[in-house]
T-cell receptor, first 112, second 112 residues
């Protein structure tokens, strides 16, 4: 079945560092891909999405490109801030049933 | 803001008691979901609904039931709560689109 694999955390970076959180997927069809963010004590927020190959989703300085050839959707940010500390989830949605398949989440810690 | 509220936000209950959690949306979306989030397990789908009185099971539905008598409300009931149901419960809605879901703030349930 479909699955999403994220790099294990926690990922600890200094402020202004470059961020990459890896996400790879397996899917039978042509899924849409998502990144969600969860700040401490809060619900999940949609951060960005991409719906077809080579699409780039972007929001709040974060970017991710839908790479069909490598089945990847890595999250990147050029300069992280302490306020970016959160748990980040990668997810996919197959068009057959629109159920979300979730990665395990990656905790990001940014130190000042 | 997706207009989703959950109640209660926190609840402590005893083993064997019934518990009902409520999810309310203001935008009349057809699809609604209940998830639980536990350390080490990520997000797991309990039940979902695709319309009034139309519901189906997710991957961890045992011990839970749901009801949807109005478009705006989706109720999750634990008929006889157990300690293994201590968790954070999230409700989500899915607008028609590319499969993204929008989440409520969550309910933290503790079963003692």
């Amino acid at each position: 079945g479909d699955s999403v694999t994220q790099m294990e955390g926690p990922v600890t970076l200094s402020e202004e560092a470059f961020l990459t959180i890896n996400c790879t997927y397996t899917a039978t069809g042509y899924p849409s891909l998502f990144w969600y963010v969860q700040y401490p004590g809060e619900g999940l927020q949609l951060l960005l999405k991409a719906t077809k190959a080579d699409d780039k989703g972007s929001n709040k300085g974060f970017e991710a490109t839908y790479r069909k050839e490598t089945t990847s959707f890595h999250l990147e940010k050029g300069s992280v801030q302490v306020s970016d500390s959160a748990v980040y989830f990668c997810a996919l949605s197959e068009r057959s049933n629109y159920q979300l398949i979730w990665g395990a989440g990656t905790k990001l810690i940014i130190k000042p | 803001d997706a207009g989703i509220t959950q109640s209660p936000r926190h609840k402590v209950t005893e083993t064997g008691t019934p518990v009902t959690l409520r999810c309310h949306q203001t935008e009349n979306h057809r699809y609604m979901y209940w998830y639980r989030q536990d350390p080490g397990h990520g997000l797991r789908l309990i039940h979902y609904s695709y319309g009034v009185k139309d519901t189906d099971k997710g991957e961890v539905s045992d011990g839970y039931s749901v009801s949807r008598s109005k478009t705006e409300d989706f109720l999750l009931t634990l008929e006889s709560a157990t300690s293994s149901q201590t968790s954070v419960y999230f409700c989500a809605i899915r607008p028609t689109g590319e499969g993204e879901q929008y989440f409520g703030p969550g309910t933290r349930l503790t079963v003692t």
